[in-house]
């Protein structure tokens, strides 16, 4: 690095007004964290630009001297991407927060990062029209933030990720290029770099405009819940739902801690004496939503469901998603500390990974409740522990490492949708061979050849590696 | 018919590494009169074949590259499924005056500098999604990339790589598996895929309508803002087709709203007319570009015929207009085009220097040697 903490912050104050600049320890320290508290770093110096322009500047000064880069949106991310860099620049791109435009006949907005996901969905509103990915951080988490880690939420069964649903992004790389990737048509020539950029974590650059699709709002959804006596019928049910031909919008499963949990925080009338609950929801037109609910409703009774209930109104589906959107914070009121897992795994091995979790958890002492997007696979076993208890962070993350070995092992991933970030990085070396941890590598460098856009985050170095392969209790798994 | 020639396909790579000897990967052919003309020693995938697993239940088909594409379809057909984006196969001769002269290249079978359209060829999975085309579902179910769940791979490297996997959702790396979907082979040698697969509709209608052309795409932006269970638009040049998918009522709903004529036999028209290009409209000389727009882009004032396709976001257009003409045009308008059938000279929408650049950064990461369709895209990739 060739400038020091004094000059870099001088430097920065040149290119950038005033109050765009942070440095002094009680304005940096709401940024030392993400959503995984559990890692902190204070950072180095923030920048929070307000304009594409002045991200630019930011950009090119730290590739000038050799200075890593964290982009940052709201911080909700649960992987520890947005961790600071001891001797970075924190960009924070909450400022760069304005809808530049809907277009009611191409059905895009054309949103800059900073924007929350919710907004423009509320933005959107009036012309019948929403934007269809919605992770439970909706009403906090940037459009940025979703854009980086390809996020989804509980439609994403039948509307996709954010893949799905971003068709145009400009990307500042790290010399200070300005891409314009994608397009509003439904395909661009060349490569497909929409598919490269999302998910990547602000390893390949930072997303300084995003055009997401809108679609237009559903005549009706209806939202069935059903109770189960027992975590593998409901998975069972889950599977019989998708064969009977039915693709929900939403299908989600919450075990027995979730429930209570997410009822005594928004009571929303679970029934908390039930082993699981399903919730199922589809939408379309009015006829057509009958006649799937109707249709769900058999599949779950003659699933073992001892109980199916269908929303009476709006108000009350609104309030059986509350409960499902909360449980997160909803278990977080139970337990001083909780941490979130996110593995994928092919649905039918359902059963197997929730009695082999149930296993770990008592054989290390810690409860897990279970709160999952039941209709992809997609696990959020949540390991409830307490940090200020020596020893029990380092044991809950040795359960959720194994957890997430379980994923991989019966042919899923480690993560489905929160990324790797600082946490999973180790994992990596678990799901991935050294060569296809090496095309990783390439394909960075074709990017950002200094290595300066989120260092350290996403893809293992081959020490990293080779480190915790040599661990006594470590084995990788070959691919078969 | 089953065989694994992972094998045998990471040593042809091997040797082609040591020699550095260009390969032109090629599936049953079917797809070979796409690009810029095959150039290089041929490497073919059609023998690796086979359906690795398919669970309906999770809605996930794997396959290896050489599997042909009708075989994967007709399995999921038994379990009352579908590939959500409708490829188009391409199996069939066209009519000679289409076939486009390579500009480069060894000859297929035979004829001198024309890409011989094998009458038996049979499209496969790999070539399928390697040029990442879509039928007339895609505006409404997404398209080939959409559905790319995990991608096994050789790279140029000779090693063999697999990203993604079998589950829905994966963000575990850098997605370099929906990346390989409409590189055309460029970044390696596509040996296996997993596609989400979902459900047929329990109904499927399609209405005709008598409209202009021109008229038809204001129409049809104001039918993309309604919840309808759209599942196809085109315009010929004389009439348009919608097609509506889904639930019994909701088909018979959206019928009585929409109005028109219901066409008879409409799972052939969509399939051969319309997807395989067996339309009038595609017949004779002229060249066949493809113009690929936002949808609701106006009507654009070029010299030829178009044929609307995806809603208006796909228009297929047969002028002997210069390429810059249409090139522009469609750029203006918010779309690239490509020249998809005939014709001379470059075949993609020119990129701009800097993405130029970086394309060949991400070759490079992949196919250092550039071994793999060299030229098939750009030249320089
Ligand atoms: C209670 C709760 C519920 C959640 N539910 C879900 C859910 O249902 N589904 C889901 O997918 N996730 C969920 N998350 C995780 C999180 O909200 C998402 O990952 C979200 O997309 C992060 O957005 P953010 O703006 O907070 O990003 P941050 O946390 O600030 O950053 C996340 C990553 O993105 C990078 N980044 C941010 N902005 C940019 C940019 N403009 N350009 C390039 N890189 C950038 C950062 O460097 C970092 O690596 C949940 C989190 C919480 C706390």
């Known amino acids: 690095m060739s400038l020091d903490r004094a000059s870099l912050i001088n430097a920065l104050r040149a290119l950038l007004p005033e109050d765009a600049v942070l ?10 964290c993400d959503g995984l508290s559990a890692y902190r770093q204070l950072p180095y110096v923030v920048a929070l630009p307000h304009s594409v322009d002045e991200a630019r500047a930011v950009l090119k000064l730290c590739h000038e001297h050799r200075i890593p880069v964290v982009a940052r949106g709201a911080g909700t991310g649960l992987s520890g991407g947005a961790l600071p860099h001891a001797e970075g620049v924190l960009l924070s791109l ?4 304005r809808i530049l435009r809907i277009d009611p006949a191409g059905l895009t907005a054309t949103v800059e990062p900073g924007v929350r996901n919710l907004a423009i969905s509320e933005a959107a509103a009036p012309l019948g029209l929403y934007y269809a990915p919605d992770p439970s951080s909706q009403i906090a988490c940037t459009i940025g933030g979703n854009v980086a880690e390809n996020s989804g939420g509980v439609h994403c069964l039948k509307y996709g990720l954010t893949v799905h649903n971003v068709c ?13 990737l994608g397009g509003t ?50 998975g069972t049910a889950v599977g019989e739902i998708i064969a009977a031909g039915i693709i929900p919008a939403g299908l989600e499963m919450m075990d027995g801690p979730a429930i209570q949990a997410a009822e005594d925080f928004v009571h929303a009338g679970y029934p908390t004496d039930a082993a699981a609950i399903l919730l199922c929801e589809v939408d379309g037109t009015n006829q057509e939503v009958s006649e799937h609910i109707a249709r769900i409703r058999q599949v779950l009774e003659a699933s073992g469901a001892t109980e199916v209930r269908t929303a009476r109104d709006e108000a009350e589906r609104a309030l059986f998603w509350k409960g499902r959107k909360a449980a997160f914070p909803a278990v977080g009121r139970i337990s001083p500390d909780y941490y979130c897992m996110d593995g994928t795994i092919p649905r039918r091995h359902l059963p ?105 985050k996403g893809v293992p170095t081959p020490r990293h590696c080779s480190e915790y392969r040599a661990l006594p209790h470590k084995h990788t798994h070959e691919h078969s | 018919m089953s065989a694994d020639l992972s094998r045998d396909l990471q040593e042809r790579v091997a040797e082609a590494a040591a020699a550095g000897t260009q390969l032109a990967i090629a599936g049953g052919g079917s797809k070979a009169f796409l690009g810029r003309g095959e150039r290089g020693v041929p490497l073919n995938v059609a023998g690796h074949r086979g359906v690795v697993s ?121 997605d370099l598996s929906r990346l390989q979907a409409g590189a055309f082979g460029t970044l390696g040698v596509i040996l296996e895929v997993s596609l ?92 066949l570009w493809r113009l690929s727009l936002p949808p609701a882009a106006p009507w654009l004032p070029l010299p030829g015929k178009f044929l609307l396709d995806w809603g208006g976001a796909q228009r297929w257009f047969r002028t002997e207009a210069p390429a810059e003409l249409i090139q522009q045009a469609t750029a203006k308008a918010g779309g690239h085009a490509s020249l998809f059938r005939g014709g001379h000279g470059e075949v993609f929408q020119p990129l701009p220097p800097a993405m130029l650049a970086l394309h060949r950064r991400i070759k490079h990461a992949f196919d250092p040697q550039h071994l793999f369709n060299p030229g098939r895209m750009y030249a320089s990739l």
Not at chain 1, 94 to 97: P, S, T, Y
């Open chain 1, 185 to 234: 048509a439904l395909d661009a020539p060349g490569y497909d770099l929409m598919a490269l950029a999302i998910g990547s974590e602000g390893m390949l650059g930072v997303a300084v405009e995003i055009t997401v699709r809108l679609l237009p709002v559903p005549e009706r959804a209806q939202v069935a819940l059903a109770a189960f006596d027992d975590v593998e019928k409901a």
């Open chain 1, 94 to 97: 909450a400022r760069l927060n």
């Open chain 1, 352 to 456: 197997e990974v929730l009695r082999r979790t149930a296993e770990l958890s008592r054989e290390y002492g810690l409860p897990v409740a279970n709160v999952f997007h039941a209709g992809d696979g997609n696990l959020h076993p949540l390991i409830l522990f307490d940090a200020n208890k020596p020893g029990e962070l380092e044991r809950t993350e040795e359960l959720g490492g194994k957890i997430l070995e379980l994923c991989v092992e019966v042919g899923g991933t480690i993560t489905g949708e929160h990324g790797v970030g600082i946490e999973k990085i180790k994992q990596m070396c678990v799901q991935f061979q050294p060569e296809e941890l090496n095309q990783f590598r390439a394909v960075k460098q074709a990017f950002d050849p200094l290595e300066l856009l989120n260092p350290g």
């Open chain 2, 54 to 174: 398919y669970e309906p239940r999770e809605l996930v088909i794997t396959a290896r590259a050489g599997t042909p594409l009708s075989e994967i379809e007709n399995l999921l057909a038994v379990q009352g499924q579908m590939l959500p984006f409708e490829p188009p196969h391409f199996d069939c001769p066209l009519p000679s005056p289409l076939m486009k002269p390579l500009p480069f290249g060894i000859p297929l079978a035979g004829e001198g500098d024309k890409v011989a359209l094998r009458p038996h060829s049979i499209a496969t999975l790999g070539g399928t999604i390697a040029c990442g085309l879509s039928g007339p579902r895609r505006p409404y179910a997404g398209s080939a990339r959409d559905h790319v769940l995990g991608v096994r791979l050789i790279n140029g490297r000779a090693e063999q790589l697999r990203f993604g996997g079998e589950v829905m959702k994966n963000v575990a790396g850098y």
């Open chain 2, 196 to 287: 989400k697969v979902v459900p047929r509709p329990a109904e499927e209608i399609t209405l005709v309508q008598d409209r202009y052309a021109a008229d038809s795409l204001a129409y049809l932006a104001d039918l993309a803002r309604r919840p309808l269970p759209l599942s196809a638009a085109c315009h010929d040049g004389d009439r348009l087709y919608l097609r509506l998918s889904g639930a019994a009522t909701a088909v018979a709903q959206s019928r009585s709203q929409l109005g028109g004529e219901l066409l008879a036999d409409a799972g052939a028209f969509w399939r051969d007319k319309i997807k395989e290009q067996g339309h009038a409209f595609f017949e004779g000389g002229a060249p």
């Open chain 1, 23 to 32: 440095e002094q320890e009680e304005a940096c320290r709401p940024y030392e």
């Open chain 1, 168 to 180: 145009a992004m400009k990307l500042l790389t790290i010399d200070g290029e300005l891409l314009e």
